[in-house]
């Protein structure tokens, strides 16, 4: 298991020049209050992959090697083939989970589990879209979640990034550290 420390961006120019760090490709966080945006992108107000893929169709941009493409797994709406294709098409190198699933109680965690939404599918998904294509880049927000990953995903396969700290996007910049 590798643990990685990312910067959050709304825009793929942005990145070019940060070479330090991961960099989270994220541009649906640029519709949200930046202290309230990890905890907006967890309801169902808007669909970040489709943010995610007009971005994509419009601008053209291609992603730096130290970049990886936020994906909601849990999107039971996006065309997965197509925004593969979009994905390669701007040289993204990884996908990262986000946004991710946050962590509940254990009462909500087992109600929202019977619907087929949790963490573990989640996780799921995420490294069937990835299979050989794309590195992974997981985002968890509890110990457990991260013990889960590690029962899920090859350790060689994956890095990991805590996100509790991510509420404090700034508006100001364009990037955040994730701890």
Known sequence: MLKSTARFSVELKTILGHGDKDHIFAPALALFPSALARDITTFPLCNPNQITME?????????????????????????????????????????????????????????????????????????????????????????????????????????HCHVDRIADFSPFLDTKQCQ
């Open 55 to 159: 971005y994509l169709k419009a601008n053209r941009d291609c992603a730096p090697k130290n970049c990886y493409c936020a994906v909601f797994a849990l999107d039971p709406f996006i065309d997965w083939e197509e925004f593969s294709a979009l994905l390669h098409a701007a040289e993204f190198n990884g996908i990262c989970n986000f946004p991710t699933f946050p962590g509940f109680d254990e009462v909500e965690t087992n109600a929202l589990a019977a619907s087929d939404y949790s963490y573990e599918t989640e996780l799921q998904r995420i490294q069937g879209f990835a299979g050989d294509q794309f590195k992974m880049l997981i985002l968890y927000s509890s110990r457990d979640q991260l013990e889960l990953c590690k029962k899920i995903i090859e350790e060689e396969k994956v890095h």
